[in-house]
């Protein structure tokens, strides 16, 4: 039975692991560079995992920089921890950088995001990514030609969780208010923070996580994107 969402205005999507896979970035790598399947993984969830544990670390301790560094970060501790310091293949680094910039999106993705926009739904990205990051992603996809606006947390200096980033999407879309969002992503403790700050939120649980014990809860839990049209009554 679907679980409908009433008073939505506006569907707004986390972009790494929601819209794009992440991991896409070391399989467009691995033939090229003679990467096995096994610790290409293991480098590509270190890679992620470092990520966002700076992007968090970085906002407490008052020291922002934009995302293209904080992945450049983590994927120099990636490397290290996977080849040892200093010995990972030439051009692997670069390669990979590259690859962030063109990720695959999840295979239901354009349909979803059309049929949404086709429908006259609102529809944008919120993302810790930098500008010119979500510029050349959307582009080389397509998908910017479905978005009403592609919001960065840089209007704001501070990554998400912080309540000032989910206020964003309010302001910028000129919604009526929190409750006038269907927020979506795949990331546990994003789709809590959503939730707290006041917006319905979508868990895309793609990779069978465990709720987070944190202040906030889904409204919904989908496995893909697929079901949203109809969750937001398109």
């Not at 695959?104 to 979803?112: A, D, I, L, S």
Request: include cysteine; proline fraction near 5%; aromatic fraction near 8%.
């Amino acid at each position: 039975m679907i679980h409908r969402l009433t008073g939505i205005e506006a569907c707004v999507f986390d972009a790494y692991g929601t819209l794009f896979d992440v991991h896409s970035a070391v399989g467009q790598c691995r033939d090229r560079f003679g990467l096995e399947s096994g610790p290409a993984q293991t480098m590509s969830d270190s890679w992620r995992t470092r990520q966002l544990q700076y992007s968090w670390l970085r906002s407490l301790m008052g020291k922002h920089v934009d995302f293209w560094q904080v992945t450049g970060d983590a994927l120099d501790f990636a490397l290290d921890t996977a080849f040892g310091p200093g010995k990972a293949p030439d051009g692997l680094r670069q390669a990979l950088m590259d690859s962030y910039l063109a990720l695959h999106t999840y295979p239901e993705v354009p349909g979803v995001l059309r049929k949404l926009k086709d429908a006259g739904m609102k529809t944008a990205v919120l993302s810790n990514g930098s500008p010119s990051m979500l510029e050349k992603v959307c582009t080389s996809t397509g998908i910017d030609a479905v978005l009403d606006a592609v919001l960065s947390i840089e209007d704001v200096g501070i990554y998400k969780p912080h309540p000032s980033v989910y206020r964003l999407a309010v302001e910028r879309l000129d919604l009526s208010g929190p409750a006038a969002v269907s927020f979506q992503s795949s990331n546990a403790w994003d789709a809590a923070a959503a939730s707290a700050f006041g917006f319905k939120v979508v868990w895309c649980n793609r990779f069978g996580q465990a709720r987070e014990r944190l202040p906030g809860a889904p409204d919904v839990e989908v496995t893909s994107l697929t079901d949203l049209p109809a969750l937001v009554g398109v």
